[in-house]
């Protein structure tokens, strides 16, 4: 088998078979294929596409190219939450408890945050002590104990999706929905989970622009989760303005301790209680997702979520008395204002220019070797909706210098104003198989 001759079956827009898939995957990924031939090959596949079954074998070539997580001693159908990316998402925070509160195993590996968007690590160590460094006995210990464990990400999970990923970010093939899709289910099945809920992110604040693009990749990626004998389905949400009022670190803890007590913002609830629905009814706890709403409103009313978040704050050595006491967590010096320049509806607030202000403050990272400070953060006051008078409070920052004209500015111009009310639909479309 020659490399020249699978670029020129995909260049002419053929079918690829899985022994090519694999030849090009191996190859590349123990440097004998070359970066040449392999750009050659990515450029291909972002002209002329793949079909489902291409991008369920290039997602499992990758998955095989290293370390895959076996979950096969954890009790019951394991379930996973994807989220393609935002700012103020804090649903895994919301949702991995209220699931593991009925029952449904969450056994997560998650990442840190890059950009404008934060890591679920990241905001979980904002609890004193909390750590990520499980053994995989201890993983497995704490999942089948309490129904809920998180650990970072392997160095060895996917390494074929690490090099051909660095490829595509000097090649200009990233948007590419085979590509983007491979690249995202192939780190979720390495993970080890039988079920995985997907949360697609579209809008300014998210990769996915427009519905459209949004759609496809959900559908891709839906595809080759269940080519591959994973149960898979997706969510399309909204990502036209931060998601919840808080955004960074410590903040956004404090605000899904308040959403595990019932007190948290709307569309951070409705978004938590619609994802983990899926993941309840996915998970074989419950028939329908009506049976796993109520389910899941009762554990917190009856405060057995937030009850499973203190448990797996403290299996994992973090301070679990910042649960019942969540102003002690990490504050800020400084809280400057922001106030709005005009009057009139808010329209849309930017959420990547949001998310890049509040990782000026240095709630995020711009390189991946960089310090967070877990204290700061934006707390919004107004939502896509409100009606405001020029002056009126629109975010509070919460920083530890006060030298920050230019990250007010940032958070001022990321609000459009008109002169009619708007409402926007968080749930824009649930896709399955």
Known sequence: MRMVDIIAKKRDGNTLTKEEIDFFVNGYTKGEVPDYQASALLMA????????????????AMVE???QINLADIEGIKVDKHSTGGVGDTTTLVLAPLVAALDVPVAKMSGRGLGHTGGTIDKLEALDGFHVELSQDDFVNLVNKDKLAVIGQSGNLTPADKKIYAL????????????????????????????????????????????????????????????VGRRTMAIISSMEEPLGYAVGNANEVREAIDTLKGEGPEDLTELSLTLASQMVVVGGKAETIEEARTMLEEVIKNGKALEKFKAFVKNQGGDDSLVDHPENLAQAKYHIDVVATESGFIESIDAENVGVAASILG??????????????????????????????????????????????KRVQDSYHYGKDEVHTKLIKRIITA
């Open 45 to 60: 596949i972002f002209y002329n596409d793949m079909t489902p079954e291409e991008s369920a074998d290039l997602t499992m």
């Open 65 to 67: 190219s290293g370390d």
């Open 363 to 408: 709630a995020g990272r711009q390189t991946k070797d960089d310090e967070i400070d877990l204290a700061v953060g934006i707390i919004h006051k107004k939502k896509v909706g409100d009606k405001v008078n020029k002056g009126d409070v629109l975010a509070v920052l919460e920083a530890n210098t006060d030298s920050v004209d230019d990250v007010v």
């Open 168 to 227: 595509r970010d000097v090649t200009a093939t990233v948007n590419s929905i085979p590509l983007i899709a491979s690249s995202i289910m192939s780190k979720k099945i390495a993970a080890g989970a039988d079920a995985i809920v997907l949360d697609v992110k579209v809008g300014d604040g998210a990769f996915m622009k427009t519905e459209e693009d949004a759609v496809a990749l959900a559908e891709a990626m839906v595809q080759i989760g269940n080519n």
